[in-house]
């Protein structure tokens, strides 16, 4: 069974300091990760994925996240926050012998940033 | 190329009515799933639909039903609709023919309200 846990429901940063967005994962079988940004009233953009080939995975808008087997962790960074980069963050997972898409969301953060 | 498109982007019924909401992926993608987002649950799986068959299905009463037509476009069905299924019904459509090694694209959704 796949499962995502989202620390933090809301994280606050100052504007030019480092986001630190964290997720966990269960999962019986090597998994693929993603981080997804939803903005009010949109749908979710896909920021990164994980599908095990780097476990650093670099994605838009200057955001990263790595990888963490032993920790069964896939934190999402960005070393300086932008106005713009105020949202929902949604970590997901999925299992690669699942013949479908099928993603399980983590409740997602809110992130601000103070300018 | 066009995003992934709902029709409508906001819905009122009342309870005990039914409802269909549409979706047409991206050109070219096959897959399409539907995910039922609300604050107290966070997103959620209903169905995804490939080759007009529904390939995955979430855990959700029969009440929930889905189509997917030979140009991949969709359509959910909600009957008899109760208060908890006011919602935001997102749509994301993969390219390929599965395997989750590819990302979802989402459309805005369509805000479902039941009073």
């Known amino acids: 069974a796949q499962s995502v846990t989202q620390l933090g429901s809301h994280v606050s940063v100052s504007e030019g300091a480092l986001v630190l967005l964290r997720c966990n994962y269960s999962?019986?079988?090597?998994?693929?990760l993603f981080w997804y940004v939803q903005y009010p009233n949109q749908g979710l953009q896909l920021l990164l994925k994980y599908t095990s080939a780097a476990t650093l995975v670099k994605g838009i808008n200057g955001f990263e996240a790595e990888f963490k087997k032993s920790e069964t962790s896939f934190h999402l960074t960005k070393p300086s926050a932008h106005m713009s980069d105020a949202a929902e963050y949604f970590c997901a997972v999925s299992d690669p012998s699942n013949t479908g898409n099928q993603f399980y969301f983590g409740t997602g953060t809110s992130l601000t940033v103070i300018p | 190329k066009a995003g992934v498109t709902q029709t409508p982007r906001y819905l009122i019924k009342t309870r005990g009515q039914q409802v269909t909401l549409s979706c047409s992926p991206i050109s070219g993608h096959r897959s399409v799933s539907w995910y039922q987002q609300t604050p107290g649950q966070g997103l959620q799986f209903l169905f995804e639909?490939?080759?007009?068959?529904?390939?995955n299905k979430g855990n959700f009463p029969g009440r929930f039903s889905g189509r997917q037509f030979s140009n991949s476009r969709s359509e959910m069905n909600v009957s008899t609709l109760e208060l908890g299924d006011s919602a935001l019904y997102l749509c994301?459509?993969?390219?390929?023919?599965?395997?989750?090694?590819?990302?979802?694209?989402f459309g805005p959704g369509t805000r479902l309200t039941v009073t």
């Open positions: 994301a459509s993969s390219p390929l023919a599965g395997g989750p090694t590819y990302e979802q694209y």
């Open positions: 639909y490939f080759s007009e068959t529904q390939r």
């Open positions: 999962s019986s079988v090597p998994p693929y």
